[in-house]
């Protein structure tokens, strides 16, 4: 044998040295979820370890986090049930929680990267990502409410835009309102491949943003399809999208990977919330080892080709340092 792929695995020096992919903190995004009041910090019962905090305790956690050097989060608004209404009104309605919750963070770090999700469900009283007329979402007519939503983000201070809707145009619409607004320098990060996925089931716990009636299969993929992620991918990089992301991420390395063989931008994953409750509930009962199937897990979301990670697990795997 001349081949003996054993020897590059001899010691852990050796494993280390040919060592093809790492992740450092720079990768990670991490999400958080916002609730109105003060000092509140409530845990999401499907996600253990993740907690809905109120502006004071989001920003002492910013602080906790950016000394692990975890610096970019994207941030999402639980919002009450009597503010949400058929135009998502107050996604853009100035003193809104999620826009104090820009500023404030923007305001006391301003170093850190905020990114800002832009979507109607949280504030839609019907739950989806866009406006509904007759049971139907409309696409045209949602793309001015997102432009509204990019817009006052953009002036409460958000680094990054994503917007999250899968309506078809809106990474050129909002770029186009960001730009005539003079804020050429804002980023999109957009969700080029967004599946209609189960995995996001305990990220609508922890808004309340479920469909108030039948599912998001109009507008977000369906997981049978990856050349599909190819045409959303060019239409994104065509309107001026800086960063494409795959959602889910471990469900579709696949994707992850088509991606990043078919643009120079940088591609981002979206490690979501089903994919998180998952290992913990496996680690609680004892059935899974948690520091090496979550680094397993992020890893393989790099090797497929991930820049950027946005993961529940980002503050853990640091403060724990499970990457080193
Ligand atoms: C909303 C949005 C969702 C997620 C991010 N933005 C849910 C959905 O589309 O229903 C999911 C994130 C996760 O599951 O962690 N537009």
Redesign the pocket.
């Known amino acids: 044998m001349l081949q003996r792929p054993r020897r590059n695995r001899k010691s852990e020096v050796i494993r280390q040295m040919v060592q093809e992919t790492h992740i450092s903190a720079a990768n990670l995004i991490f ?1 958080m979820f916002i609730v109105d009041g003060d000092n509140q910090k409530t845990e999401v019962a499907s996600m253990p370890g993740i907690f809905r905090y109120s502006i004071d305790n989001l920003l002492r956690e910013v602080e906790v986090c950016a000394k692990l050097g975890l610096m970019s989060f994207d941030l ?1 608004p639980n919002i009450e049930e009597s503010l949400k209404d058929k135009y998502a009104t107050e996604s853009h309605r100035e003193q809104s929680l999620y826009l104090r919750a820009i500023q404030a963070v923007k305001k006391h770090f301003p170093e850190v990267c905020v990114i800002t ?1 832009v ?1 109607m ?2 504030y839609s009283s019907d739950g989806h ?1 866009g406006l509904v007329e007759n049971g139907e979402i409309l696409n045209d007519e949602t793309l001015e409410i997102l432009g509204k939503m990019a817009l006052a983000h953009a002036r409460s201070g958000a680094d990054i835009i994503a917007p ?2 899968m309506m078809d145009g809106r990474v050129g619409y909002i770029r186009q309102v960001l730009d005539d607004n003079g804020f050429t320098n804002v980023s999109i990060m957009s ?1 080029s491949a ?1 599946y209609s996925s189960a ?2 089931g ?3 716990d922890a808004l309340k ?1 479920a469909p108030k009636f039948g599912d ?1 299969k109009t507008y ?1 993929m369906n997981p049978a399809n990856q050349r599909e992620a190819l045409i959303e991918a060019k239409l994104d990089e065509q309107e001026g999208a800086d960063f494409l992301m795959v ?2 991420a471990l469900a579709y390395l696949d994707v992850i990977k088509l991606l990043k063989d078919n643009t120079e931008l940088p591609v981002a994953a ?1 490690n ?3 994919e ?1 409750a998952m290992v913990k509930a496996a680690a609680q009962q004892g059935w899974l080892d948690e520091r090496r199937t979550t680094t397993e897990i992020l890893t393989s979301i790099r090797r497929a080709g991930a820049t950027a990670i946005l993961t ?1 697990h980002a503050k853990e795997v640091l403060q724990k340092g499970w990457l080193s």
């Open positions: 999400p999402f999700d979507a469900d949280p990502d999250s809707d969700y967004k995995f996001y305990p990220f609508r943003s998001k977000q959602k889910p979206y979501v919330s089903g998180y529940y």
